[in-house]
């Protein structure tokens, strides 16, 4: 099936970037042009029936897959970035890290109140940072109208977080 082959294209590298954590490496994945396609639509196809005005892509990976969706669904494609890369008037919404917080950033101009936006990021795990994402688009006036992720990590229940919204994931592990 689709999936088992996108399955062997993303590699488990344990103990990065820290020790006890296993990475997600989907740089394989990205290398592969027929899994690059097989993947995108596997991404899109939930999200197909309805309009998709904007596809917002989360730094970093998000940008990879973002960019191809946006594409596959003839959609504006907007980035969530970390402080001190985006340029003129921005929204930020801080959100808290196992130790710390960090804080996603959006041009204000970006989104237009009422456009549905598709959010995207390569991984979901604990859901702070999707999360985060969707309290940024609908500060300024955007409606969610859900997730996708190229991997779910089931086991950290990233999903509970974002119960109100609908989510599509290629992989779970
Ligand atoms: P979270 O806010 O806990 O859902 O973390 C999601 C963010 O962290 C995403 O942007 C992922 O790129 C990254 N991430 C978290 N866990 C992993 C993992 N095991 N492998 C690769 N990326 C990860």
Do not use: C, W
């Not at 097989?38 to 029936?49: H, K, M, N």
């Not at 390569?122 to 994402?133: E, N, Q």
């Amino acid at each position: 099936m689709n999936n088992e082959f996108i399955a062997t294209l993303v590699h488990d590298i344990p103990d990065f970037p820290k020790k006890g954590i296993v990475f997600k490496d989907i740089s394989p994945l990205l290398a592969s042009a027929k899994a690059r396609s097989i993947t995108t639509e596997l991404l899109v196809r939930d999200f197909r029936a309805q309009t998709i005005d904007v596809v917002v892509g989360i730094e970093s990976r998000g940008f990879l897959f973002g960019m191809l969706l946006a594409d596959a669904l003839q959609a504006k494609f907007v980035m969530l970035r970390k402080p001190g890369k985006l340029p003129g008037k921005l929204a930020t919404q801080e959100y808290d890290l196992e130790y710390g917080t960090d804080t996603l950033e959006v041009q204000e101009s970006a989104i237009s109140p009422g456009d549905n936006v598709l959010i995207h990021d390569d991984v979901l795990a604990t859901g702070g940072t999707a999360f985060a994402a969707a309290q940024l688009v609908e500060k300024i006036g955007g409606t969610v109208a859900g997730f996708n992720f190229v991997i779910e990590l089931d086991f950290l229940k990233g999903r509970d977080l974002l119960n109100k919204y609908p989510i599509t994931s290629v992989l779970h592990y």
